[in-house]
């Protein structure tokens, strides 16, 4: 089943919390950068790295939004994401070049790929992508994007212009 939901009715929802959602992958990185030594990183998988930064981008956007009126950081059997006010749901994902995120197959993830029902959740999902570079120093983009990709953003951390058309680059590259 498709998003509902198009780019300007998502982007009315998200606005006020696309500055923070834009730096929280930066910080993330960041903070994974500033707490494990070069040497450390160094002999990490790109699996662990990936999920340390994944960790600290999550404690990065309850940081700043956990307070927000309308917004739930929600856990349902190990699926992180942020609900906004029920209407749509985020998922945060490190995603490449083409936006595209790799999972571990599991129902409860195919079924939110595949929107499909899953208790406590709205019908409309979107992927929060952080796109590190190849040795995890900085983050290229941070997007938001449908499940389904019928259109895709980059996000910014500026409080105008923080919204930037990108599904041509994407869509194409899929």
């Known amino acids: ?81 942020l609900n906004f006010d029920d209407k749509l749901v985020l998922r945060l994902k490190k995603v490449d070049q083409q936006g595209q995120h790799s999972n571990i197959s599991t129902k409860q993830q195919k079924a939110f790929d595949a929107q499909e029902s899953i208790p406590g959740l709205p019908f409309e999902r979107l992927i929060l992508g952080y796109e590190p570079d190849q040795v995890f120093s900085r983050v290229i983009r941070v997007t938001i994007r449908p499940v389904h990709r019928e259109w895709a953003v980059q996000i910014h951390d500026r409080q105008e212009d923080n919204w930037e058309i990108v599904s041509q680059q994407f869509l194409l590259r899929a």
């Open 1 to 81: 089943m498709r998003s509902r939901l198009n780019q300007e009715e998502a982007h009315e929802i998200l606005a006020p919390y696309i500055p923070d959602m834009a730096k929280a992958p930066h910080l993330g990185l960041d903070r994974y950068n500033s707490s494990v030594e070069p040497g450390a990183r160094a002999e990490h998988r790109p699996s662990t790295s990936a999920n340390s930064i994944y960790d600290h981008t999550w404690a990065e956007l309850i940081e700043k939004l956990g307070e927000k009126v309308g917004l739930h950081f929600l856990e349902i059997n190990g699926l992180k994401i």
